[in-house]
């Protein structure tokens, strides 16, 4: 055994296969940190990296080890990110009926498991920039015009606001200056960035009801 696990670590799934909402007809394999990996389960969503950006995927399997058909090294696979459910949203029943599903209609399983569920209860991620002391640092040495330049104001803005999610700062300085600003803040270990999860509560639905009065109170009426 590894020093410092547990049995229960130990046994514990070290990767996951993950459905995700896209139009491909693959699942993907994700390395399990070790807190995840004793709280993971089946039908449970979870926060992956995929090329750029980080998406929400659904749990169809775990396994402790790689399947033999994933050609690659266990220390090269990505790792998850998040569990955002600590109770699975996904039964098992659900599981198997929308992998049916999605193989009658060649269709994506994270697609059509994404559709079994209410539209309220999926998550989204929001980049979030925080100042560090280095940057607050930095700021006091700033003057003149050198005050005037993207990563100056996003640092003031920074120093004022503790945190600013990237998405306003594309709508305050465009998409492609917030974008490298923030990339060069980082670099110079200035600010830090971080996901959030935000996860949008479904709204009730309300419909309009008619019900039968009693017949006493028919006469009642009458």
Do not use: C
């Not at 306003?168 to 959030?196: D, H, I, T």
């Amino acid at each position: 055994m590894i020093p410092g696990l547990t049995k229960e670590s130990a046994a514990a799934p070290r990767f996951a296969e993950v459905a995700l909402p896209l139009p491909l007809r693959q699942t993907f394999t994700y390395s399990l940190p070790l807190a995840l990996g004793e709280t993971a389960r089946t039908g449970a969503r979870l926060l992956v990296p995929f090329g750029s950006r980080q998406l929400t995927g659904y749990v169809v399997a775990l396994h402790k080890t790689l399947s033999e058909e994933i050609e690659i090294e266990p220390e090269s696979v990505k790792d998850a990110l998040e569990l955002i459910d600590e109770e699975p949203l996904i039964t098992d029943e659900i599981l198997r009926l929308t992998q049916w599903t999605a193989d009658y209609y060649s269709a994506s399983w994270g697609e059509v498991l994404k559709a079994s569920l209410p539209a309220g209860v999926n998550a989204t991620v929001e980049q979030i920039v925080q100042i560090t002391s280095g940057g607050r640092d930095e700021l006091i040495k700033l003057s003149g015009a050198r005050l005037n330049t993207t990563k100056a104001q996003i640092l003031q803005i920074l120093a004022q606001a503790a945190e600013i999610s990237q998405r306003e700062l594309r709508k305050k300085f465009g998409a492609a200056a917030a974008q490298r600003a923030v990339r060069e803040l980082v670099k110079l270990n200035w600010a830090s960035v971080f996901s959030r999860t935000l996860t949008t509560k479904a709204k009730p639905k309300r419909r309009k009801a008619v019900r039968l009065l009693p017949t006493e109170m028919h006469a009642q009426a009458a």
